[in-house]
Every structure is written in structure tokens, then in C-alpha cells.
């Protein structure tokens, strides 16, 4: 199976770069703040492109997938929902859409079989699924394993 190529374009700060896949996974470099304090600009990850062969992503796992504003480049997201399934979208998050709105409800949010709810650590700095709404479940390039570099951020995601 020949190796995925990365994006033919320049990856601006708002995306992750990717680099060279290899032993079945791959690695990409966090480019910018959105998802402060877990992952810092210049944080490179190891990524598992098979991760999802089995099973969807699971709510709190953190993505690789197609920025779904611009397909040459990739952004890295937690996933805050899987569908298919009604939430209301407050400040703190989504809750799990009954029959009346919390008070401070946004508005509601339907995920279909193959969505997900994408949304960055720093809400205030993070474009994600608030902005461009749900992404579907073929976007998805791989699952976050690990901080690898710089060496006194290794860590397990």
C-alpha cells in the first residue's frame, strides 16, 4: 500500500503540518493555539491513520482530519460529539437535547449516523465545529497519540 502524500499547499498556523507517513502511521506538527493547554504551537504528533477502522471516534478523543474550510489542509480537534444524536449547544459545551433548552442554550445540533462535533481546548481561540458545523466521519485522517517532540512535552494524548 503506497504511503498517503501530504497536502500539495503551504499549511498556514491555523492547520497541523504533516510529515512523512511511516510505520503505518504518521506525524504532524500543531501549528497553532486552539488547542491550549493540551497541545502547544510546535508540538509534533504521532498519528494513527488506522485507529477508526473499527470503531468511530469516541467523545474526547483527539482527531487529525480535513479542514473542511480549506481540503489542502488538516487541522487536529477533540471530538466533542458523535451522531447520531440531538444536543443543545451551550457555553459550556454541548448537553444532551430533552424535551426543554438549558437557559443558556445556543441552539440546537443534529449529528447524523457519520458526523462528528469537532471543538478546540481554547474555545476562544479555536475554529472548529461552532464556526463550519459538523464534519463528516470520512475527514477524519487519524487519531492523536502522542506529543513526541519537544522532549520535555512527551506525553500520551
Known amino acids: 500500500m503506497p504511503e498517503p502524500s501530504p ?3 503551504p499549511t498556514p498556523p491555523t492547520a497541523v503540518s504533516p510529515r512523512r507517513w511511516r510505520w503505518g502511521g504518521g506525524r504532524v506538527e500543531v501549528q497553532d493555539e486552539s ?3 493540551t497541545l502547544m504551537p510546535g508540538d509534533r504528533l504521532r498519528v494513527d491513520p488506522r485507529a477508526y477502522r473499527t470503531r468511530p471516534p ?3 478523543e483527539i482527531v487529525v482530519v480535513v479542514d473542511p474550510e480549506e481540503p489542502a489542509r488538516w487541522i487536529v480537534k477533540r471530538v466533542a460529539a458523535t451522531g447520531p444524536g440531538t444536543w443543545w449547544r451551550t457555553a459550556q ?3 444532551v437535547a430533552e424535551t426543554k433548552p438549558p437557559a443558556d442554550a445556543v441552539e ?7 458526523e462528528l462535533w469537532l471543538v478546540g481546548d481554547d474555545l476562544e481561540r479555536s475554529r472548529d465545529s461552532r464556526r463550519f458545523g459538523p464534519v463528516p ?6 487519531r492523536a497519540l502522542r506529543i513526541y517532540a519537544p522532549t ?3 506525553r500520551e494524548l
Open 58 to 60: 469516541a467523545a474526547g
Open 93 to 95: 459545551g454541548l448537553v
Open 108 to 114: 440546537s445540533v443534529h449529528l447524523g449516523p457519520t
Open 137 to 142: 466521519l470520512s475527514t477524519v485522517v487519524g
Open 35 to 37: 488547542m491550549q493547554p
Open 152 to 154: 520535555d512535552r512527551r
Open 7 to 9: 497536502p500539495e499547499a
